[in-house]
């Protein structure tokens, strides 16, 4: 084990209270044989995965397998809605694609469509929430989505307050710390290590972002092995989101925001 999985047991091992974890993967419609390897890594190691699903890049085939492999083990994929076709609609600020310069019925008019699309493929096995691509929305975005039957929200930790849905943040970004390694010369899988560590003692639910279509092999090996490590510990509990929401608010405050890749 290396250094810093030794200093994530031990994170894990003086949390305070039992943890509760969860993996988000974003982008589904985009590199299909790059999601299957991923749900292949995941199932194997039991952990639950939710995969935040883009309606206008996800056909009827995709969804097909997509239920074919939730239907073999209900409890380790869930499925929800990921914008609508995952463009940026911004020129002067940060990547959005329900951001400030759109009008609510713009926004409204692409969140129906895409719900739409996506209970039309999965039915009752999609759940009510809502991953913004880019981790980001306008402040007006939760009421709409309110409005039009979702219920919750997932961005990162540190997003603005908005009191219109029940929210659910990721924490740490497993493509940005395994690129910022990359970029400087480090090993790879000691950031990611490092900063779910520096999380455990704030309390959970504790979330890690994934993007499929941004890892490679090497990825899916440290992964396998950092999910094998939390799936193992006694003071950690795996969940679907929807499992988490369902459950009493415990979220903690905010803190520094997780940056997206998508």
Same mark, same amino acid.
């Given at each position: 084990?290396?250094?810093?999985?030794?200093?994530?047991?031990?994170?894990?091992?003086?949390?305070? *209270?039992?943890?509760?974890?969860?993996?988000?993967?974003?982008? $589904?419609? =985009?590199?299909?044989?790059?999601?299957?390897?991923?749900? #292949?890594? $995941?199932?194997?190691?039991?952990?639950?995965?939710?995969?935040?699903?883009?309606?206008?890049?996800?056909?009827?085939?995709?969804?097909?397998?997509?239920?074919?492999?939730?239907?073999?083990?209900?409890?380790?994929?869930?499925?929800?809605?990921?914008?609508?076709?995952?463009?940026?609609?911004?020129?002067?600020?940060?990547?959005?694609?329900?951001?400030? @310069?759109?009008?609510? &019925? /713009?926004?409204?008019? #692409?969140?129906?469509?895409?719900?739409?699309?996506?209970?039309?493929?999965?039915?009752?096995?999609?759940? %009510?929430?809502?991953?913004?691509? =880019?981790?980001?929305?306008?402040?007006? $975005?939760?009421?709409?989505?309110?409005?039009?039957?979702?219920?919750?929200?997932?961005? @990162?930790?540190?997003?603005?307050?908005?009191? *219109?849905?029940?929210?659910?943040?990721?924490?740490?970004? =497993?493509?940005?710390?395994?690129?910022?390694?990359? &970029?400087?010369? &480090?090993?790879?899988?000691?950031?990611?290590?490092?900063?779910? /560590?520096?999380?455990?003692? @704030?309390?959970?639910?504790?979330?890690?972002?994934?993007?499929?279509?941004?890892?490679?092999?090497?990825?899916?090996?440290?992964?396998?092995?950092?999910?094998?490590?939390?799936?193992?510990? @006694?003071?950690?509990?795996? =969940?679907?989101?929807?499992?988490?929401?369902?459950?009493?608010?415990?979220?903690?405050?905010?803190?520094? %925001?997780?940056?997206?890749?998508?």
């Amino acid at each position: 084990m290396t250094a810093a999985f030794v200093t994530l047991a031990a994170a894990l091992d003086a949390a305070p *209270a039992p943890l509760d974890f969860f993996l988000r993967d974003d982008d $589904t419609g =985009w590199d299909d044989a790059a999601l299957f390897a991923l749900l #292949d890594c $995941t199932g194997e190691a039991g952990v639950p995965i939710d995969l935040a699903v883009i309606p206008q890049a996800t056909g009827a085939a995709l969804a097909a397998r997509l239920l074919g492999r939730k239907a073999a083990a209900p409890r380790l994929i869930g499925l929800h809605q990921h914008g609508f076709a995952h463009q940026n609609h911004e020129t002067t600020e940060r990547k959005c694609e329900f951001g400030p @310069s759109r009008t609510p &019925e /713009a926004q409204r008019a #692409d969140l129906a469509a895409g719900r739409a699309l996506l209970l039309e493929r999965f039915g009752d096995q999609l759940d %009510p929430i809502f991953t913004p691509p =880019w981790n980001r929305c306008s402040p007006g $975005t939760p009421a709409l989505l309110a409005e039009l039957g979702f219920g919750a929200l997932s961005r @990162s930790r540190g997003a603005p307050a908005q009191q *219109a849905l029940p929210e659910l943040p990721v924490d740490v970004d =497993w493509c940005k710390h395994q690129r910022l390694a990359r &970029e400087q010369g &480090e090993a790879e899988g000691p950031r990611v290590a490092h900063e779910l /560590a520096g999380r455990v003692a @704030s309390g959970g639910p504790l979330g890690l972002m994934l993007h499929h279509a941004a890892m490679d092999a090497a990825d899916l090996a440290l992964l396998s092995r950092l999910l094998h490590l939390i799936a193992g510990h @006694s003071r950690v509990r795996c =969940w679907p989101m929807r499992e988490l929401l369902a459950r009493p608010p415990t979220l903690p405050p905010s803190t520094a %925001p997780a940056e997206s890749l998508s």
